[in-house]
């Protein structure tokens, strides 16, 4: 067996966790970075260009990655609501409740209000902090809502997904009428209706941009897109006419629209870099890109998006669900131009970013996520930091995904394993004429020209070729593949990335798979209840003025109302 025994691995993991420390505290805001998160929804791990697909170009998310560091293993929850609470918590879905599926709109239910939410400590040390776009953590209740639990402002959207003109969303299961689900703060916002959505959330982000120049206290920005997640079932793919059309070479006209969604949010990536420049903002900021989980290629919410040549998809177990596209850019990162290779886990960002803003963190505070600032920071060849990560762990499913170092666990899988296989493959035909220049249309776009000025060395075409060219994840051969509804699945990521050669059956890897099982199992003892609520009748928009509300306590009307994509609440 290659490498540290797998005791001594998850030692060294749980020795990092509580031996993790945060600088001290400084009195004073002057000088701490401006933090920008800008978070794709339900994007496909292939579906930036910096990893070598070329049947769509994503300029401005690549420069961010190449005058930066490509997160070339960034791992997530796999579904919006536990990926979202991760985040904003630092701590493992089973800590919060939300191990089990999403917050349907009509649930009264919540993330936790035991948990201190990242928002809530930076506005305590003095930031202005604000949420733009996608909450999807609950909103029964007002105290569920974005501005009870730590934001200043929130402009968006409390539920799950919204159609990307109109505004209103309608529940998949239930029966329950459409409703509009858009608000300033706690009240409904009607302004800008039919402007589309992606730039409507960019807009009002550059506004916030701009009104904090020259303002002492520094900026948190969580910019949360709804693309490229679906609208409602009727029109589940949305993009302008103009945009669209710009990707007439792609056969599928699904893929089309898709391509032309990413577009959109490749855009308004260039767009906040650029507000950050233009307002003197940007050589004291942070400014990171993700999306919240793998693409559902197929099934439920489908949108075409690609995890090629990742196993799975969204909402399972596999590295196409749990390992997601990122990018990070800072003038503080010592080794800008270079991949981070350390795996880092959504849970890490709070802790990893109040170090980088000098914010100590209570002692009280129990978290899953670990510090990686010094990592991300410091040089390219920093060592990385043994650790582990819980991917999934769903008592009602029966699904396990763990990782340990480099070592994957799974047991169980969701949807019957229809699911598990590679879902999708590179179209080699429909390539984005652009890719013959490919260098030089990352170059011009708005977010290289901006971050140029700040490398440590040139951004030659060599460099980004090469950068591109170990971006790429390259599969081995099928060995003895798995079937986690009948056996335990045991890989080594680190060498199998596409999860194709299940070790679990090997007796020279048997104390590595007593290690993993011994670690879920005390994982499992310290869950929480999950916090899933069946949804109730008085959440239908209809009886709240065709409007989703905190229907929890407000009282509905006695009749329903006909709602539509036009008329009430916005008349």
């Known amino acids: 067996m290659r490498g540290l025994s797998a005791f001594v691995v998850l030692l060294l993991c749980l020795q990092r966790v509580k031996t993790n420390e945060t600088p001290a505290a400084t009195s004073s805001t002057a000088g701490r970075p401006n933090i920008i998160i800008i978070m794709a929804d339900d994007m496909g791990f292939d579906d930036v260009s910096f990893r070598g697909g070329r049947e769509f170009l994503t300029p401005n998310i690549d420069a961010l990655a190449y005058h930066g560091r490509i997160l070339d293993r960034l791992y997530v929850p796999p579904m919006c609501t536990p990926s979202r609470g991760a985040l904003l918590s630092g701590r493992y879905p089973i800590h919060t409740g939300t191990q089990h599926f999403v917050i349907s709109n009509q649930e009264p239910w919540s993330l936790t209000l035991n948990a201190t939410l990242m928002p809530e400590i930076f506005q305590q040390a003095g930031y202005s902090t604000n949420l733009i776009g996608k909450w999807h953590l609950g909103f029964s209740r007002p105290e569920y809502t974005p501005t009870h639990r730590g934001f200043d402002y929130h402009y968006g959207y409390w539920g799950a997904y919204i159609d990307y003109y109109q505004r209103r969303s309608k529940m998949p299961a239930g029966n329950y009428s459409l409703g509009y689900d858009f608000r300033r703060n706690m009240e409904l916002e009607c302004r800008d209706r039919g402007v589309y959505v992606t730039d409507l959330l960019t807009n009002e982000a550059e506004r916030v941009i701009r009104e904090r120049e020259g303002q002492e206290r520094p900026l948190f920005l969580l910019l949360s897109h709804l693309a490229t997640h679906t609208a409602n079932q009727d029109d589940p793919l949305q993009a302008p006419e103009e945009e669209i059309r710009k990707f007439a070479y792609i056969k599928d006209p699904n893929r089309r629209k898709y391509a032309a969604m990413v577009s959109k949010l490749d855009q308004s990536v260039g767009r906040i870099v650029s507000a950050l420049n233009s307002t003197g903002q940007l050589e004291n900021s942070i400014v990171i890109f993700y999306s919240d989980n793998g693409a559902p290629s197929v099934g439920m919410f489908a949108n075409t998006g690609s995890n090629w040549p990742l196993r799975g998809q969204k909402n399972t177990p596999w590295e196409g669900g749990v390992r997601v596209t990122g990018a990070i850019w800072s003038a503080q990162l010592q080794g800008r131009g270079n991949a981070f290779t350390q795996p880092i886990y959504v849970a890490d960002w709070l802790p990893s970013l109040a170090h980088a803003a000098g914010i100590e963190l209570p002692h009280t505070l129990e978290l899953d996520g670990i510090d990686l600032w010094p990592q991300l920071a410091g040089p390219a060849d920093a060592p990385h930091v043994p650790r582990e990560i819980l991917h999934m762990l769903d008592d009602e499913w029966r699904v396990t995904s763990f990782l340990l170092g480099h070592w994957k666990y799974i047991n169980g899988t969701t949807s019957a394993g229809q699911y598990d296989q590679v879902l999708t493959y590179r179209e080699l035909d429909d390539l984005d004429p652009r890719e013959s220049r490919y260098v030089v249309e990352v170059r011009n776009s708005p977010t ?47 060498t199998d990335a596409c999860e194709a050669n299940n070790l679990a059956y090997s007796e020279r890897h048997s104390e590595v798979l007593s290690a993993l099982r011994q670690r879920v199992k005390l994982l499992r003892e310290g869950a929480s209840a999950t916090g899933n609520r069946k949804g109730i009748r008085n959440a239908d928009p209809a009886l709240h003025k065709c409007a989703w509300e905190a229907f929890d306590v407000e009282i509905p009307a006695l009749a329903p109302m006909e709602c539509d994509y036009q008329g009430s609440p916005c008349e």
């Not at 000025?453 to 971006?471: E, F, G, W």
């Not at 060995?479 to 680190?494: A, Y």
């Open 448 to 494: 290289s020209r901006v971050l140029s000025r700040h490398d440590i060395r040139r951004m030659t075409q060599q460099r980004v070729m090469s950068l591109r060219r170990s971006a790429a994840v390259r599969c081995g051969d099928l060995q003895r593949g798995c079937n986690p509804l009948v056996e335990e699945c045991l890989f080594d990521i680190s």
